[in-house]
Every structure is written in C-alpha cells, then in structure tokens.
C-alpha cells in the first residue's frame, strides 16, 4: 500500500495528529507507515513493541496477569490477521527502570490491508485503582500481594489452561523456619523489617511474569507461570531457599532464618486454587518433618498421606469427645535404690479399628491442628485425678508425683498459668508433686515470654523438667537461662553408651554440669542392666526404661504400686 494513499485526506490526517491517543499503522508486512505527533514525542522509538520482540530490546509487552506477550497476540499483529480490538490494557516495562506504562489499545485491520491500532496511557488510572484496591489486595508491610490476590491470580492461570492444556505451572508454598525466635528475641520491628526486606530479595529471584504473594505471618506463595520442564521449578525453589538463608543484616547484626519450600505441579488436574495451594501446603509439612530436605515436590504418595491425615484428624476430634484417649503411666525409680519415685503420663488412643495407638501416630497432627491444646489439658487433669486417687487409697503413694509433657501451643494460650492452677485446685492436687516436661522446641519458640512463665510455675511449688535433653541446639545455654528441677537426658545417649567413649564422656559432662548447678538428671531409655550400672556409676539420680516397666494401663501401675508396699 503507498503512503501517499493513506495521507490522501489532510482533513484526516490532521485529525490523527490532533488525537491525544497515540495511532500506529502497518502494512501487509507490518512495517510501521504512520505514527502521529504525539508518537513522535514520548513514544517515539518504541513504535515497534507493539509489532515485533526483539531480544536486544530493553521494553517489553505484559498482559493484565503480568505475562509477556507472545509474538502473534502482540497488537498489531492480530490487526494483521483481521482481529478487532478494543481497550485491550496492557503493561510496558523497561529494562532501564524507567516507571512502567499502563496502555489501553484499540484497533484493526486497514481497508486495503494492514493494520492500525491507537494507544492511550491510562497509567494514572491504573494507579487509582491499584491505590483503592490496594488494602484488599496487598499486604501492607511487604507490598505484595495478599493472599486474596494470590487465589485470584491462581483462578486465572486455571482459566488460561482451558486455552492452552499442555502448559505447565507450579505453585510454591514457603515457610519460613526460625522467624518466631526472631520476633520473640530480637521483636517485632526486626521482624517486620526482615520480612520487608525478604519480600523484595523473593521479588527479585522470579520473572516479571510470576506471581508472589505473602498468605499472611511467615508464610509466601509463589505462581510459576508457563515453566519449560519440571526441573525449573525445583531450580527456583532452591534459588529462593538460597537467598533467604543469606544473612540479613539488620541493626547492624547479622540474622539466619531457614526455609521450607512445597511445590505443587499444575494447573492439569486442579479445578480450585485453593486445592492446588493445599498441596504445596502439604509438601511444605514433609520438610519440616525432614531436616535435611529444603523443599518437596507433592506427588501421590503425599496426596495418600494428606487424606491419611484429613482423616486422622477428624477421627482424633471424634477421640476426645468420644473418650477414645487413654493414658498409661510409666515408672520414674531412683538410681540409688530403685524406690519408685512417679510416674510419666504418656497417652494413647484406644481407636475402635485401629486398636491402641502410640503418640507418634497422631501427636504430630495434633499439633498441627492445634488439637494439642484441648488434649493437653485432658492429659493434666487426668493425670492428675488418676494420682490423687492413688494417694487417697494407698499410702505408699502419697509422696509419688506425676509428671506431664506440654506443648509449645499451650504455653502459648493466654492465662495459661491460671488455667493450670484452676484445675489443680478443682481436684485438690498439690502442685508440689506435678513436674511439667517442656522439649527445647517450647523454648526456642517462646524463649523471651516463657522465663515469666516458668518462673510462676516454680513459685506456685511446680517442678520443671527439660524433656530430650541434647537434642536440640543451645540445651547448655537452657541450664543457665532457665528455671529447671530436672533434665531427662535423651534415650539416644543411653544407647551403646558403654561402646561409644564419646556418647560417655557426654553423659559424664551433663551430671557433673547439672550437679553444679543444683539439676537433678533422669535417664531415659534404660533397658538393660549394663545401662543401669553405668547411670549408677555416673551418679544419675533417676531412670525410667523397659528395664523397669513400660508404660502401664491405671490398673497395672496401681498393682505395681501396691506390690512396693
């Protein structure tokens, strides 16, 4: 098509040069043959975007879900297949950090072929209404988006795999490992600026076209759209792994934090977002329970053990209500002359299929879930009813004590203390003969509040013992820090102790170290008479192990009981 035939009205061209739109026409070959003043000015040099992708190119062309522009379904492209359109809003971005530029774009297809579009900068639009959606869609300390948001962006990348079956995405489910230390120990501003500044390292490790949101606490999503290979997204989730290890130097001191990464493959088989995100949830939960993993992919196998444990967790709710739950006691005996000392309450679920069922099979869900919290206080008050009966019918138990494990999550309830002294005082059960069994996990996640805490326990005459002693990072540091009675040396210590010179010379350092500082030590795992002698030759004050007894049903430890008068 000749220029001058399109030039033939100067009525009309003067009319396109007065437009405040930008127009932008081609020819059959999508060589650009017209731009009017206003293309000339701002926009000039970048006529070609809207055409052809040039790699050299430092612009770029984003649709409304922040996904580059494939080569056919740029502007004037579709202008030259015929295609019509109308306020199609798109995004330019530049290389050079020059601000991004909203466009809405209308158009088609020239009489004598071709094409023309007009291009209207409608960026200050878009950021009234990013500014009046903004609280309901962004996180106000990061500036990423929320978790509404996410789910919407994750509701679209399923409505796009009905165009296009064969594309590939991944969500990441993120968690940050540590982060409630940081904010019990150093306080929420360090923490809040920790995750302002890991919102920014996250946004800079994905492409323009992902998407990443902040669910809420220590908790990121992240939408991989349009992946080559499975493999990318594992690259990504240890890119983002990496950079989140990286220290962050806050205050002038350097803070780690961890992460756990779950990665869900789709969109081919999802029809929610939120099954989809789930998913990656669950994945997440399998690294947590495997220190050396960083992230997982969710795959079949994990989709059984979610429903495994979807279902476990409502037959436990059922469990509590229903009485289903038990405890067996398990005999605490002096060292020096094998003297029963307590018992530990240990519990067990009494399931009507499944029989008689340890912690380990859903413990972990309980704590989870959170179910640990009604449980837990279960646990004390039967406990402790269980002993008080014992005292009232026999008097060689009147000395005996219980002693009870509690989670971090009740440590955490408010008015935990008042709680605990209601209930001792509603069975009439003295507080001097209960010990409280903390994990340093209770510790490290309350490690500033529970000092008070531990510290009310105490003057209220309730002993405290560190369950596990050994297992974690800083169990010294806990000795000195914290109010304890008692450390439980862990049962893998015990074990081969009388081969391993090592495993030794640990134990005779913790007695000799809680000697000093007034702690008594209690030996778990003890099974065999090699083990007793050795604890007894280091001067351990108490054991409890096989060696012993296992844990007993009430009727049982009862006899036991009866048959040390």
């Known amino acids: 098509m000749a220029e001058s035939a399109f030039y033939s009205s100067e009525t009309y061209l003067s009319f396109l040069n007065g437009l405040k739109d930008i127009v932008i026409a081609v020819d059959d070959q999508c060589r650009i043959i017209f731009t009017n003043t206003d293309a000339d000015s701002w926009f000039k040099g970048k006529e ?41 809003e798109l995004l330019v971005t530049s290389a050079d950090s020059a601000a991004p530029i909203w466009v809405s774009i209308s158009g088609g297809p020239l009489p004598q072929r071709g094409g023309i579009i007009s291009i209207r900068d409608i960026s200050k639009r878009k950021q009234m209404e990013a500014d009046q959606l903004h609280p309901a869609l962004c996180d106000d300390l990061t500036n990423l988006p929320n978790r509404n948001l996410f789910m919407e962006q994750v509701n679209r990348a399923l409505s796009r795999f009905q165009v296009n079956p064969s594309s590939l995405m991944a969500i990441l489910f993120i968690d940050l490992d ?30 323009p076209e992902d998407a ?10 992240v939408l991989l759209d349009n992946i080559p290979t499975h493999a990318k997204a594992t690259e990504v989730a240890e890119r983002l792994r990496n950079t989140i290890a990286h220290p962050f130097h806050l205050q002038q001191q350097d803070i780690y934090i961890d992460a756990s990464i779950g990665i869900a493959f789709g969109p081919n088989g999802y029809l929610h977002p939120e099954d989809w995100l789930r998913d990656a949830d669950t994945a997440m939960y399998q690294v947590k329970n495997s220190p050396d993993e960083h992230w997982r992919v969710f795959d079949s196998a994990l989709k059984i053990q979610q429903d495994q444990r979807i279902q476990t967790e409502a037959e436990l709710r059922r469990a509590i209500t229903n009485h289903e739950l038990r405890l067996h006691y398990q005999p605490i005996v002096s060292i020096s002359n094998e003297e029963i000392l307590g018992f530990e309450a240990l519990v067990r679920w009494q399931h009507p299929e499944r029989g008689l069922l340890l912690p380990s099979s859903f413990i972990p ?21 269980q002993m008080k009966g014992w005292q009232t019918r026999m008097r060689n138990a009147q000395e005996l004590s219980i002693s009870i494990n509690m989670s971090s999550k009740q440590f955490a309830q408010k008015y935990m203390v008042e709680r605990l002294q209601e209930i001792l005082q509603e069975i009439d059960y003295s ?25 009310q326990l105490q003057a209220m005459g309730i002993k405290l013992s560190i369950d596990d002693f050994g297992t974690g990072y800083s169990s010294l540091s806990y000795l000195h820090r914290f109010p304890f009675n008692t450390l439980k040396i862990d049962r893998s210590f015990i074990e081969n102790a009388d081969q391993d010179l090592e495993k030794l010379e640990i134990l005779q350092s913790v007695v000799r170290l809680a000697w000093n500082l007034g702690v ?5 795992g003890v099974e065999t008479q090699k083990h007793y002698a050795q604890l007894k030759a280091l001067r351990c004050d108490s054991a409890q192990g096989y060696l012993f007894a296992r844990p007993l049903a009430p009727e049982d430890a009862e006899a036991l009981i009866q048959s040390r008068s």
Do not use: M
Request: charged share 25%.
């Open 48 to 88: 070609q975007i809207f055409s052809s992708i040039d790699s050299a190119s430092p612009y770029s062309v984003l649709d409304t879900s922040f996904r580059a522009l494939p080569y056919d379904q740029l502007p004037l492209q579709r202008t030259l297949r015929g295609e019509s359109l109308k306020n199609v």
């Open 178 to 207: 540590r982060f409630k230390s940081v904010n019990d120990n150093l306080g929420h501003q360090i923490g809040n600026q920790l995750l302002q500044e890991l919102g920014r390292r996250l946004r800079e490790c994905l492409r």
């Open 212 to 221: 990443i949101a902040r669910l809420g606490g220590d908790e990121f999503a």
């Open 365 to 385: 869900i309980a704590e989870e879930t959170g179910l640990i919290v009604p449980l837990g206080w279960w646990v004390l008050r039967e406990a402790c009813q």
């Open 431 to 455: 507080p001097h003969q209960l010990t409280i069994e903390i994990t340093e996990s209770v510790l490290i996640d309350h490690s500033d509040s529970i000092v008070e805490t531990l510290e």
């Open 520 to 524: 008594q030590v209690t030996a778990e």
